[in-house]
């Protein structure tokens, strides 16, 4: 492995593009997941993405995408066309940009054939084309497979590194790459970005309580996202540098401005910031109470019992038939009751009861739950009815145990 070149000229990274090369991408065969974790590692760290292509493995094509996106940004990333065959064009694409030619780097021939030697396989001419290496390239190792990545400094110091497309390849070397090299490098602006999750709202709803004001605003920005478990309220802001006449403002002052407002509005639907998922965000109750949960639910085709699956302070997660036709179990008493019965026969600390029913194209959603301290009963509906009306059903009963478990242990904690 080779230390990498001296650089002409130092340049901060601020803006960046994300290439995903492959034909098994733009042909629908692979979902690419690559580009939306490139993409939103760089954008917490300040880097503004500001363009994601997918591209087949046609050298013309990726040479060109190379070309221009370091017209435009300072930062080329690209994933995939690493490996040993002829239609894995990455490296012919960037060293033709480059106007270089790529060889057989010695020390990388060596790790190579010790790989296929240690598994007692023949070594395939094939195989050197993942040696290969251009002189304004320094090489990423590859602890998990036989592609190397590259990083290759131009000489008004933007930057293009090229990695493996396989994730599990991928994301360590991205990892590496982003908290150490790039970091030095001099990376992004004074951005910064935090997101609100938001339960028991539409995205529509959210919209319109914030207003086009705030939506439409540029820095800080104020966007929503209807993701399948949350409405995402995603706040970005980049610093405001001094002027002559004006002291500058940082991205957190920013943040913290726009937070209020719309934390204002909207507070009593946050459950969540940044990526926690239901799991998370209960476990985290539970954890602080040190207690378990055990759940039936009711015609929900065991949606709540899917949120939650493999989770340690799950004991006991049932999934019983429409409540109609159910003839047995705790179901078939009050819902009260048919919690505490829950919470008593499993032995968890909290028993919670859902029932899911169709009603005029929705789903009507009752939810039960008895803790040590409490019993609480809700009642919501779930838009759609069907296989969304039970996820959303799921979902209603998840808000409605967070809310409750973040009463418990709270003194003069307000309801709900």
Not at 5 to 32: C, H, M, V
Not at 210 to 215: K, P, T
């Amino acid at each position: 492995m080779h230390d990498s070149p001296a650089l002409p000229l130092q340049r901060r990274l601020e803006t960046a593009e994300i290439l995903s090369i492959g034909t098994e991408l733009t042909s629908g065969e692979t979902r690419d997941t690559n580009a939306g974790e490139l993409a939103r590692s760089l954008t917490e760290v300040g880097v503004e993405v500001t363009r994601l292509t997918a591209l087949p493995d046609r050298r013309e094509r990726v040479e060109s995408a190379f070309r221009a996106a370091l017209e435009r940004v300072d930062l080329v990333v690209s994933s995939g066309g690493l490996g040993p065959t002829p239609d894995d064009l990455t490296r012919e694409s960037i060293a033709a940009v480059c106007d270089e030619v790529p060889e057989v780097d010695p020390a990388l021939e060596r790790w190579l054939r010790s790989l296929w030697e240690r598994r007692g396989l023949p070594f395939s001419a094939i195989n050197l084309k993942q040696a290969w290496r251009i002189p304004s390239a320094s090489t990423i190792a590859n602890p998990n497979g036989t592609a190397p990545g590259w990083w290759v400094d131009r000489p008004d110091g933007r930057v293009v590194i090229l990695l493996p497309g396989p994730p599990s390849e991928m994301r360590p070397m991205w990892q590496a790459t982003l908290t150490g090299r790039l970091h030095e490098r001099g990376l992004g602006a004074d951005r910064q970005v935090r997101t609100l999750r938001l339960t028991g709202i539409g995205e529509s709803a959210v919209a319109d309580q914030l207003g086009d004001e705030i939506l439409r605003q540029r820095n800080p920005e104020v966007t929503t996202y209807a993701r399948w478990d949350a409405v995402d309220v995603r706040l970005a802001a980049s610093a405001v540098p001094a002027s002559a006449d004006q002291p500058g403002t940082s991205a957190a002052a920013l943040l913290d401005a726009v937070e209020a407002v719309v934390l204002d509005v909207l507070g009593s639907h946050v459950w969540a910031r940044g990526t926690t998922a239901w799991p998370e965000a209960i476990g985290a109750e539970l954890g602080r109470l040190g207690w378990t949960l055990a759940i039936q639910e009711v015609g929900t085709g065991g949606a709540l019992g899917a949120l939650f699956r493999d989770q340690p302070w799950l004991l006991r997660g049932e999934s019983l038939a429409a409540a109609g036709v159910v003839g047995r179990g705790p179901a078939t008493a009050g819902p009260a009751a048919a919690a505490g019965a829950v919470r008593a026969a499993s032995g968890a600390s909290v028993g919670l009861l859902l029932v899911a029913r169709p009603r005029a194209g929705d789903t009507t959603v009752s939810v039960a739950i008895e803790t040590p301290t409490q019993r609480r009963r809700e009642r919501a509906t779930a838009f759609r009815d069907g296989a969304l009306g039970h996820s959303r059903a799921a979902l209603s009963a998840a808000g409605i145990l967070l809310r409750v478990l973040r009463t418990e242990g709270v003194s003069d904690a307000p309801p709900g």
